[in-house]
T-cell receptor
Framework: DAGITQSPRHKVTETGTPVTLRCHQT?????MYWYRQDPGHGLRLIHY???????DKGEVSDGYSVSRSKTEDFLLTLESATSSQTSVYFC??????????????FGPGTRLTVL | EDQVTQSPEALRLQEGESSSLNCSYT??????LFWYRQDPGKGPEFLFT???AGEEKEKERLKATLTKKESFLHITAPKPEDSATYLC??????????????FGQGTILTVHP
């Protein structure tokens, strides 16, 4: 198994509160990704990082921000959580990004409920 | 816009009853097609990557094939432990999004003993 951990694994919060999810990897991979998974929508990319302090938006980035100060950690922040952000969040890592042969490996997920 | 459609949405099989899952895709430039397995409450687990039409890969009871428009995941003599959701994703060769995968919604496979 790829060395990816996510914390917390479960969280319940209230609308309007800030929330930070953490992804930690031990593989020293350059690329890291945050996805959300919802019934009827599949996995959708929120943000990704292609190096320390280098991040960019995915297809569903509104309401989310990210930071990467170290190779091993990628943080996802919901500045003011809304009920529409109730979802399961997955972190993924890859070594080669756009390169052929690259594979993304996923973490165990964080289930977030916003009341 | 890249699109991935998986069918059927759900498939129930008896143990030993072989079948196939389909993944149809539309992408401007295919860099790779990925199959993942996802168990309830867990993250997707990588199975295969296919790069060009005609390519095939096998792992135990699973065999993935690729054409220019679709991929099949063939399951031979499935066992109850093969029950899971199977996800297909495509990697677009163009654009500036690093490693951007477009996922299908998955096929839920249930294998009854």
């Amino acid at each position: 198994d790829a060395g990816i951990t996510q914390s917390p694994r479960h969280k319940v919060t209230e609308t309007g509160t800030p929330v930070t999810l953490r992804c930690h990897q031990t593989e020293n991979h350059r690329y890291m990704y945050w996805y959300r998974q919802d019934p009827g929508h599949g996995l959708r990319l929120i943000h990704y990082s292609y190096g320390v302090k280098d991040t960019d938006k995915g297809e569903v980035s509104d309401g989310y921000s990210v930071s990467r100060s170290k190779t091993e950690d990628f943080l996802l922040t919901l500045e003011s959580a809304t009920s529409s952000q109730t979802s399961v969040y997955f972190c993924a890592i890859s070594s080669n990004g756009q390169g052929a042969g690259d594979t993304q490996y996923f973490g165990p997920g964080t289930r977030l409920t916003v009341l | 816009e890249d699109q991935v459609t998986q069918s059927p949405e759900a498939l129930r099989l008896q143990e030993g009853e072989s079948s196939s899952l389909n993944c149809s895709y539309t992408v401007s430039g295919l860099r790779g097609l990925f199959w993942y397995r996802q168990d309830p409450g867990k993250g997707p687990e990588f199975l295969f990557t296919l790069y060009s039409a005609g390519e095939e890969k096998e792992k135990e009871r699973l065999k993935a094939t690729l054409t220019k428009k679709e991929s099949f995941l063939h399951i031979t003599a499935p066992k109850p432990e093969d029950s899971a959701t199977y996800l297909c994703a495509v990697h677009n060769a163009g654009g500036t999004s690093y490693g951007k995968l477009t996922f299908g919604q998955g096929t839920i496979l249930t294998v009854h003993p």
